[in-house]
């Protein structure tokens, strides 16, 4: 299955037998997630929910229709420590897709999700050949807006009351970026 190594993490496609070990990462950081997350499942927080998630998630991605992966340090590589999600593909004339992630809170601030954004937005750009990358974050979530602009991201727009977050609509600043060597 798919994994992309960089310099201080490997990101990897889980098989649905890592269940257990994508469900420790919500459980550990759901206070952490909680002010950025849409409403939940009422069973996201079990095993049999990330068994049919992971299985789902191989067969989108043999599909074609997206790629969603998670992060783990290779110097402690049974441990997520965050996630990288490219879906919702769009082929024909459009060539896109969007991006969503999520880091652990004592993860933050070193880097980690720049360099594993890199990883997987080169690897969109090179092997599923896509032209756009879509990446919306909420307004007031400055680290997402400061990790998108160095990786080259363009603000697009503003869109007031973009996505449901917990119990209210909130307004979310829109982002692309486009593969400079897209060709056929």
């Not at 004339?93 to 880091?103: E, M, T, V």
Request: contains cysteine; charged residues 25%; proline residues 6%.
């Amino acid at each position: 299955m798919l994994e992309l190594p960089t310099e201080r993490l490997r990101l990897f496609l889980p098989k649905p037998q890592q269940a257990e070990l994508v469900l420790k990462y919500f459980i550990a950081q759901q206070e952490h997630l909680r002010p950025t997350d849409p409403p939940l499942p009422s069973d996201f927080y079990t095993a049999s929910f990330w068994r049919e998630n992971l299985k789902r998630s191989i067969e989108e991605f043999e599909a074609d229709r997206s790629v969603r992966l998670f992060m783990a340090t290779k110097s402690n590589p049974d441990e997520i420590i965050g996630v990288v999600n490219f879906t919702n593909f769009i082929r024909g004339p459009f060539q896109a897709c969007y991006l969503g992630y999520s880091i652990a809170k004592q993860c933050e601030g070193k880097g980690l999700m720049f360099e594993a954004l890199q990883a997987g937005i080169e690897y969109i750009f090179t092997q599923k050949k896509l032209h756009r990358v879509m990446a919306n974050h909420l307004a007031d979530n400055h680290r997402s807006a400061k990790v998108l602009q160095r990786l080259g991201f363009h603000v697009d727009g503003f869109s007031p009351d973009y996505l449901l977050i917990g119990d209210r609509w909130r307004d979310h600043v829109l982002n692309s970026l486009t593969n400079p060597n897209w060709s056929l």
